[in-house]
């Protein structure tokens, strides 16, 4: 029985001692590092391009409401309100305006048009925001004094799925988001993701791209896909080997093993105590 009991309690210990947390230490090496820098040219990024069924979200001010008293309500009163953000499937994201996750904007239609007030119908697909800004703002001159116009894409979103912590959309009010920045907001990848090997799914004018990036790579900041645009689909493939930190069985078990082990060596060391004692 000694015997026995010797063996459970060296078994204890290693199983114990095996799902121990692992902890990773930082500024523990003092070895000089390689003092160069490397510098890589980057491409400039390119505005957002309004495409069918964005949200456009449209603030005009003016200084006629000071002067005149004629203020340009009915050109921020129109428009319909939208779900974005949280509360519209998951995303994450800032949505502003009426209620929470809610905001009033014009949706463009599938052939580039929206309707705005007293104007009518404006082409807004194919162009920049600041080509529609323009546009706006000379077209309002016949209305209002000095009219400014703001425009956003409410729904600037891209979507990360598969091997990811959190899958679901994100959106990008600054009308800017890498892949990198993708994926942070998704949680980051788990160990049984791959990294090398990212599909990038986009729709350009009737045409659907599918284009692989690597994150490993430094060509990565090269590539056309490093900056995502709206409706981007980010999809990270499921590793093929699962094992790099330890088989799942004994990440998932190991605790309850030895915490069963470790219940039956106290158990059996308190009978043995008794029968010492008698």
């Given at each position: 029985?000694r015997r026995?009991?010797?063996?459970?309690?060296?078994?204890?210990?290693?199983?114990?001692?095996?799902?121990?947390?692992?902890?990773s230490?930082y500024?523990?090496?003092?070895?000089?590092?390689?003092?160069?820098?490397?510098v890589?040219q980057?491409?400039?990024?390119?505005?957002?391009?309004?495409?069918?069924?964005?949200?456009?979200?449209i603030?005009?001010?003016?200084?006629?409401?000071?002067?005149?008293?004629?203020?340009?309500?009915?050109?921020?009163?129109?428009?319909?309100?939208?779900?974005?953000?949280?509360?519209?499937?998951?995303g994450?994201?800032?949505g502003?305006?009426?209620?929470?996750?809610?905001?009033?904007?014009?949706?463009?239609?599938?052939?580039?048009?929206?309707?705005?007030?007293?104007?009518?119908?404006?082409?807004?697909?194919?162009?920049?925001?600041?080509?529609?800004?323009?546009?706006?703002?000379v077209?309002?001159?016949?209305?209002?004094?000095?009219?400014?116009?703001?425009?956003?894409?409410?729904?600037?979103?891209?979507?990360?799925?598969?091997?990811?912590?959190?899958?679901?959309?994100?959106i990008?009010p600054?009308?800017k988001i890498?892949?990198?920045?993708?994926?942070?907001?998704?949680?980051?990848?788990?160990?049984?993701?791959?990294?090398?090997?990212?599909?990038?799914i986009?729709?350009?004018?009737?045409?659907?791209?599918?284009?692989?990036?690597?994150?490993?790579?430094?060509?990565?900041?090269?590539?056309?896909?490093?900056?995502?645009?709206?409706?981007?689909?980010?999809?990270?493939?499921?590793?093929?080997?699962?094992?790099?930190?330890?088989?799942?069985?004994?990440?998932?078990y190991?605790?309850?093993?030895?915490?069963?082990?470790?219940?039956?060596?106290?158990?059996?060391?308190?009978?043995?105590?008794?029968?010492?004692?008698?």
């Open positions: 029985m026995i009991a010797y063996v459970l309690a060296v078994i204890s210990v290693l199983m114990t001692s095996c799902a121990g947390t692992k902890r230490v500024f523990k090496d003092n070895t000089p590092q390689d003092p160069r820098v490397i890589q980057m491409d400039k990024v390119h505005e957002a391009i309004v495409q069918p069924d964005d949200i456009l979200s603030h005009i001010s003016t200084i006629s409401s000071i002067l005149d008293n004629s203020p340009s309500n009915i050109f921020n009163d129109g428009g319909a309100p939208y779900n974005i953000g949280p509360s519209s499937g998951g994450r994201g800032g502003s305006g009426v209620g929470s996750g809610t905001t009033k904007g014009y949706l463009v239609d599938p052939q580039g048009y929206i309707d705005y007030p007293v104007i009518g119908k404006i082409k807004v697909a194919g162009y920049t925001i600041r080509q529609i800004k323009d546009a706006l703002t077209k309002l001159k016949d209305y209002v004094k000095e009219p400014v116009a703001e425009v956003n894409i409410v729904n600037y979103k891209v979507t990360v799925l598969g091997e990811i912590m959190q899958p679901g959309s994100i990008a600054n009308h890498s892949v990198i920045d993708a994926i942070a907001a998704a949680g980051d990848i788990p160990i049984s993701g791959r990294k090398d090997n990212v599909l990038i986009r729709e350009t004018e009737g045409t659907r791209e599918f284009a692989r990036i690597n994150l490993n790579s430094r060509d990565l900041f090269k590539s056309p896909y490093y900056y995502l645009k709206q409706n981007d689909i980010v999809y990270i493939e499921p590793n093929n080997i699962r094992k790099q930190e330890g088989n799942n069985f004994f990440q998932l190991l605790p309850a093993i030895t915490s069963l082990i470790s219940t039956v060596l106290a158990v059996y060391g308190v009978v043995q105590i008794a029968n010492i004692k008698q």
